[in-house]
């Protein structure tokens, strides 16, 4: 789209907006082709028209002539610049207004997909994940943004937030129309919404996991937070939307009650007063997946086998299919699409090892998300249930001796290790963690390499054992004070294995 052109419709969609020739350029005479808006100035590529973010410790305004110097063709600005480069002025926030830029420049990508907003504290990504495998069973070429990895249509790449910046998602979006997608399911955190990174997205369905102490560092305070998730059903929603939501959470039935009109409730304790539209009950369990009957609103129950453990992740199943249902997709095919899905990278991802037991990885970094995984791995442990976890630094620190009892409660052993300590001093957070730990019996250890405290927990495993490694997941580094050191805790049981001559299934 040429400058002159974007210029013009962004005078409609933002009408604050304004074009600025700086002194050396012939105003209206400078009209280059802008193929992309980027506000990472480590991303410039021929056509690219630079978005001059505020960011929290540095300025984009202050990246503008390198930009230019790097090959940019035109600025996105606060105010206009001595840059000689062509203007877009948004007076005000930059970030909450690319994203609609951007979805102007490619033509208004996400209304040309089915959008499906996953948000909640715990269960977004797995809930993601098997959305999209029941839209791929019924032949919906589907998008994915989150947590884990960002995927097109064609190709994935590993995702750098939850929710990607108002640019990028907005090029996302034109990736997956381009290369055929009919849905795209995202992640959505309650940071993208407060800081309106999704303007310029509406979405058609959207689900409510739950609501748990996390990100009170930001948040400040649960209310805070939940206002924050609540924002999306209130401002970023379309047509005859529906929401999917979880009967089994305080705030999910809150939230319920407030959209009553466009949500379907599902649950597995079915607690609720209100008769859920959809439920499941949990008729069997193994270390490698649980029997499942979900009750669909027509009535009719589907038995199938979902290749997960715990009643969360049966929650998180009658989610996805609460959403596939309600556009269209028959009991039959969520069925298949769920119980035909892979393992979802670092949510109770397993590995069998030989001679010993098993391995689970799983992202879980909060008191909740924690309790969900060792409760999960309790009823399936024939051993012992050994857990290493740690806490990241410059967070929520009220939660650290909170994970401390819940690890404490429910494992025969823990390991306390390090997450991503970023600035804090390691030990400290250990100490932390520890002290909810105190009030019991069970036996710990401090082990802050992490590596250490993997091949620790390897080496004492035996033949039933569960082992968790918790806290990172997927994620392919660790964060070490000023430094980002490349760590994916996979690759430890699988160099583990190697060095003991084991066999990891």
Known sequence: MRFKEL???????????????????AIGADN???????????????????????GEHCDGHG????????????LLCERPLSVRLPQIILHGDIRRKMGVAASVLYGNPSSKLKMIAITGTNGKTTSAFLTRSILNKAGIK???????????GKRCEDAEHTTPEGSDLQAWLNRMVLNGCGACVMETSSHAIDQGRIDGVLFDRAGFTNLTVEHLDYHIDM?????AKRTLFDKYMRNNWTAAINLDDPYGRRLYEEYKDHAAGYCIDCASDDAPQFSARVAGESALG?????????????????????????????????LA?????????????????????????????EGKGVAVIDFAHSPDGLEKVLTALRPVCTGRLIVAFGAGGDRDN???????????????????????????????IALMVEDGTKAYATERVIILNRKDAIFTGLDMMEQGDIFVIAGKGPERYQIMKNETIPFLDKDQIQEWAELNGKKVI
């Open 7 to 25: 210029a013009t419709k962004l005078a409609q969609a933002l009408p604050e907006s304004s074009v600025c020739y700086p002194n050396g350029l």
């Open 142 to 152: 589907t998008g994915l943004l989150g947590t884990v990895y960002n995927m097109d």
């Open 290 to 322: 649980m029997d499942i009957e979900m009750i669909f609103p027509d009535k009719s129950a589907k038995k199938f086998r979902l290749p997960l453990n715990g009643a969360y992740n049966a929650s998180n199943a009658l989610q996805a299919a609460s």
């Open 398 to 428: 009220s939660k650290r001796p909170l994970m401390g009892s819940a690890a404490a409660r429910l494992a025969d052993y823990i390991i306390i290790t390090s997450d991503n300590p970023r600035s804090e001093d390691p030990m400290k």
């Open 223 to 227: 209310d805070s937070y939940f206002i």
């Open 325 to 353: 249902w309600s556009l269209g997709i028959s009991a039959e095919t969520c069925a298949a699409g769920l119980s035909g899905m892979s393992q979802v990278p670092g949510r109770l991802e397993r590995y069998i090892i």
């Open 63 to 74: 990246f503008a002539l390198s930009t230019a110097e790097s090959g940019a063709v035109a």
């Open 32 to 54: 280059p082709e802008i193929s992309v808006l980027a506000s990472d100035s480590r991303k410039i590529m021929p056509g690219t028209m630079f978005a001059c973010v505020r």
